[in-house]
């Protein structure tokens, strides 16, 4: 018996960590090496969703603005579209030529990066330089597909991207040595009336030492201008600069941020990233991952953990923006709220861990698509389509399994959809509730390990297993 309930336990926990590993490696390569949709489907996702906290702003966009007018033209034909439009010019990638261009926001220089790669594609074949992907490698012939993928993989990319960052990272040490030795900066202080001339150091000290608001060292800092610029209008859209929130008017956002010592930037916030030096220092990196690799090195680091406080993560409700750090109150709010619930439909349709997470990603994107999950009407927004799946009653009204049980949907449509690590796995709870949940499990005892060697169901198995081999 002992035997059973060490397997159990091993089983339990190897599939635990599966589990855990399964959700970081998928949600990475969601748009790395597959696109999977049907080939007539026209509503693409290039990129991996993720439940707002604020847009990524690329680095560096906020340099000039004439920048993002820069005609971009495909790599294998004339088409052509503004930088600023850059994700129609990936579309056209995927959809026409079947070409997936691996991390693009890593890429330092698009219109450069493109430019070279039209000139190599044309001296030789794409295959030369390329991943080939098929889809639909069970299915009948004429429905496979092959997709090319154009990554970082390839040496010859990978130094490409370094070549680039390199000369970006050279552009912006540039920049900020202008903004060192410019004599003519002048401006106001965003607290008080106070009105600063000459270096910006002297305005950014006067900040921090004046008003305890530290946006870092000034020489730490690009694009000053447009990065106090972007504060200003934060503020004089009544926005608390570090939570974010909105307020009726500027003395209850001043005392606000005040008493919550939020006079401060939010950090987590990508859109302050382009302002900051070491957001350029490595290709592929932030300045998170560059501060960790320097906290790794320090000879004398601090094993205390005690004061170490773990970052909520909240779930996301399927139909609406509602949040919760209890899955218990996630679940709650969907059934009472929208009448959705997921318990009952894993014990009807006896779902397994997998099809549950099959079944979210499905129910997410059709959402995100417009489009109703249950009779597959489309529509020209999300309130319109999730008004509609109240008044049909198609709340609990899934297609066929074969529409959404489909390896596509193993792939988190939100990168930080915190539901998927919160589904109970129907094989597990079986476990507990199964024909030996009464059966007492005694150790065995191992004061004798020599009787204990002779006598162990081991040992038997082990004969056994001898004799019939």
Aim: glycine share 2%; hydrophobic share 35%; charged share 25%.
């Amino acid at each position: 018996m002992a035997f059973f309930a060490f397997t159990s336990l091993l089983t339990s926990f190897a599939h635990i960590v599966y589990r855990l590993v399964y959700t970081a490696l998928l949600t990475r390569c969601l748009i790395r090496a597959c696109f999977t949709l049907p080939s007539d489907e026209q509503e693409w996702i290039l990129e991996p969703l993720c439940f707002p906290e604020q847009p990524a702003t690329d680095i560096g966009t906020n340099s000039s603005s004439h920048h993002d007018m820069e005609v971009v033209t495909c790599v294998l034909c004339s088409h052509s579209a503004p930088l600023s439009e850059k994700d129609r010019l990936l579309k056209h990638l995927v959809l026409v030529h079947k070409l997936v261009i691996a991390d693009v926001k890593l890429i330092a220089d698009f219109p450069k990066y493109m430019e070279y790669w039209k000139n190599r594609i044309s001296e030789q074949p794409i295959t030369d330089f390329c991943s080939v992907i098929k889809t639909n490698s069970q299915g009948p012939v004429e429905k496979q597909e092959h997709y090319f993928l154009l990554c970082d993989v390839l040496p010859e990319d990978r130094v490409l991207r370094e070549h680039l960052q390199q000369k970006r990272l050279e552009e912006i040490l540039e920049q900020q040595q202008r903004e060192r030795d410019d004599d003519s900066f002048q401006r106001i202080c965003m607290f008080c009336n106070d009105e600063f001339n000459g270096n910006r150091s002297s305005l950014l000290n006067h900040m921090a030492r004046e008003h305890s608001f530290n946006v870092g060292l000034p020489d730490n800092i690009v694009y000053c201008v447009e990065f106090l610029d972007h504060l200003q209008s934060k503020l004089d859209n009544l926005q608390c600069l570090y939570c974010e929130k909105t307020f009726r008017d500027k003395t209850t956002l001043k005392d606000h941020m005040r008493k919550k010592q939020h006079r401060r930037i939010n950090g987590n916030n990508s859109e302050y990233d382009c302002f900051y030096i070491i957001n350029y220092l490595e290709l592929g990196k932030t300045w998170e991952e560059v501060q960790s690799e320097d906290d790794r090195e320090m000879e004398d680091e601090d094993d205390d953990w005690s004061d170490w406080q773990a970052h909520p993560v909240c779930a996301v409700c399927l139909f609406c923006e509602q949040q919760s750090e209890s899955m218990e109150k996630i679940y709650t709010h969907m059934e009472e709220t929208h009448g959705f619930d997921l318990h009952k439909l894993k014990t009807e349709l006896n779902l397994r861990f997998y099809q549950q997470v099959k079944l979210v990603n499905y129910i997410r994107r059709e959402i995100h698509q417009c489009r109703c999950y249950g009779c597959q009407e489309k529509f020209g927004s999300k309130p319109e389509v999730i008004r509609h799946v109240m008044e049909a009653g198609h709340v609990m009204q899934l297609p066929e399994t074969s529409t959404w049980d489909q390896p596509q949907y193993y792939f988190p449509t939100y990168e930080n959809d915190a539901l998927l690590c919160a589904l109970s796995d129907s094989d597990s709870e079986s476990e507990h509730t199964g024909p030996w949940r009464d059966v007492p499990v005694i150790a065995e005892d191992i004061s004798n390990l020599k009787v204990l060697k002779q006598t162990s169901v081991l040992s038997h198995l082990l004969k056994n297993t001898d004799s019939s081999s």
